[in-house]
């Protein structure tokens, strides 16, 4: 699908490695989920919930053919954008996935809405990814920087809220 950027098999290794200790039982959120590969392993590996947010049409119609193929009875699937479907959201979330589109510079609103919304638990774990020339000022005062690896033009990191 054109304008999908999954994230790489290497990344998302090393990713779920980092939060094994933290999936079962955990309450996810896959926000811009594209393919869907972050919230679909997240299922996999013991999480007990996870919302997944998409607005594109095709790519949302291909996500919910994977959670029926792979009978991903905990994954909720939301056609609308990420900051609608905050607005509406009551949930506090364990893990959030963040990875929108690199160019449209959306992570430090997500951020905001996630903490002003208190969507989040005292320690819950965020992940970002982004180019790896972003500049990651902006973010709330609570989050910190807990792992942060580079692969090619990607940047990604892992945040834990304190």
């Known amino acids: 699908m054109e304008g999908l950027r999954p994230t790489s098999d290497r990344i998302r290794e090393t990713l779920f490695n980092w939060l094994q200790p933290h999936l079962p039982e955990a309450v996810c959120i896959d926000l811009f989920s594209g ?35 792979l009978s991903a009875e905990q994954c909720a699937l939301f056609r609308q954008t990420a900051q609608q479907f905050l607005n509406q959201s ?21 951020a905001g809405s996630l903490t002003q919304r208190n969507l989040l638990h005292k320690n819950s774990l965020l992940y970002l990814e982004c180019n790896k020339h972003q500049n990651l ?17 990607v940047r990604y990191c892992l945040f834990k809220m304190q």
């Open 90 to 110: 009551s949930t506090a979330y364990d893990i959030i996935f963040l990875d929108p589109p690199f160019g449209a510079d959306l992570w430090s609103e997500i």
């Open 35 to 69: 393919s869907g590969a972050l919230g679909f392993e997240a299922a996999s590996r013991g999480a007990a919930k996870v919302d997944m947010v998409e607005l594109d049409l095709q790519a949302y119609k291909q996500l919910q053919a994977n959670k029926t193929m």
């Open 137 to 153: 000022t902006g973010l709330p005062e609570n989050w910190h920087l807990f792992k942060d690896k580079q692969a090619g033009d």
